[in-house]
């Protein structure tokens, strides 16, 4: 039997199909090759959501890689430590929460802690790991909306579930996310934050600042926020220099120069979280089922594809037919 040539790729199944230019033929010669399930595994893995923060996401402030914090204000829930850092909390100043260090030692002033004090290197540890691994994972994401520096007043509308905003640039007029409760927006930003005036990073409709962090990818970046501007959702900027007057409402998470919280600034710890949906359930016998038992549609010609017992690449069947 003389065959046409005709080659179609069918993706992950195979590499090509030869097929006989009678589709009313009872005998299909296919050529295939089939992936192995780990490699169907690491597919299916590739397409999962996004996580949220891990142990990083329990802290109202948390300096990364030995920043040193100062908080002359008020600080509504905990504060974290990393190897090398320090905590100044002077007279006038308040943390509700707890305070974790790395080590004895790291934090002076006489401030108000109303929380625990406690040395407890591995959870700064574990949360420090946590923050950068969801930013190195955060910037690599897909993005649904781009945008340059923002320089006036701009609005994002969420589109529904996860939101990836890209911004190639600057921040330093007022940044609204819109949308409902469901919506959940990750903002990767390459430049610098600069809010004055009364601008601010703000929501609307029902989103909430739980489900928002703004994700500064630069290797050095600045976040100054000036009273009476006010941001919603986490900062999380693992190589920024943060410098705060005005109030944040959910985290801030740095690692570079300093953060440095001024009179009159104040930061209400609102935890960012991702949702999490449970999937349909994936085991290793499914995929391997379907890696062993694909078919294929050519043009209406239903071709199923069974084992190639003789281990020459070429698989015989008898039956095909259209549906």
Known sequence: ????????PIGALGRAILVSPSTRSTRTRIRASHPAPELLERRLALTASPTGLGAAAHFAILGLQGTP???VSTIVGNVGVSPGGSLWNPTGS????????SAAGQMSGTGKVLGAVTVDPAAVCVATSAALNASTQYACLPAGQTFGSIVQATTVAGRGGVNV????????????LSGTSADIFIVNVSGNLTLTGGSGLKLAGGVTPNHVVYNFTASRSTLTIVSPGVTAGTLLAPHGQVILTGTCNGAVIAGGSSVSLLPGARVNEVDFEIPTVTPAATTTSTVAAAASKPTANLDGLIVPLVA?????????TTKAGRR
């Open 165 to 176: 905003v890209n911004v190639n640039g600057n921040i330093s007029s007022s940044l609204t």
């Open 94 to 101: 308040t943390v509700t929460g707890n305070v974790t260090l």
């Open 1 to 8: 039997m003389r065959y046409s040539g005709l080659f179609r």
């Open 308 to 316: 190639d017992s003789s281990g020459n690449g070429v698989i015989q």
């Open 69 to 71: 914090i100062t908080s």
